[in-house]
């Protein structure tokens, strides 16, 4: 078995759980570029089930083609995040599980704090960030979960992943990011930020939804 050399860190921006805010892709927080996009997965309770497992086992960075290695689960309750308004005020703190969950094939389920290197390539580009869990949502229609980077060195910021089942009975996968450049090329490029960003948005859609071809509202 290969040895993690993860240190258990917290994440290297200061804009914790602002994927969740409302204003997100009109004021993200100074410094960073927004990116969001969604897919409709179909509709009922047993898609929303089965989306949410999907989502809280790593299937989506799997299916997008990443690895996931060097998993650790943490305890560290002050990553529970925040929960914000529809204005995009904060609200109160999420409430954060310890209780340690397995799917059916004894893959364990993100948990806050969970810390874990994603790496590999999608297309021409190259992945490869320490991340850690910075908060997870569990409700009767919602199920959400956001890792912000560790150490990073070409980007730094915030991915959140959010299964959603709707008045109308629809079950949607909805991705939003905000990253700030590190490497030269970003900083010089914005563009190739935004190319990065919907890149690796279109291959977590594709990972739930492998008809998709291109950013839904």
Known sequence: MRRSNF???PVDYAAVGAT???DLMQYPPEGFV???ASIRLGSGAERFEAASTSLLTWAVQRGAGLRVDDVQASSDESYGGIRYAEDGSPLEAIHVSTEQRFAADGT????SGTTARLHG???SLTVDEQIRVVYLVEETNVV???YGTVGGKRVSGEDAFRIERREDDSVWFQ??????PLALRYRILRPLMVRRHKRLATAYLRALSPLWTGPAS
């Open 7 to 9: 240190q258990d860190q």
């Open 20 to 22: 969740q805010a409302h």
């Open 34 to 36: 927004p990116y969001e």
């Open 108 to 111: 364990p389920y993100v948990t």
């Open 121 to 123: 390539r999608i297309g």
């Open 144 to 146: 959400a979960f956001a």
């Open 175 to 180: 991705v939003r990011s905000f990253k700030r």
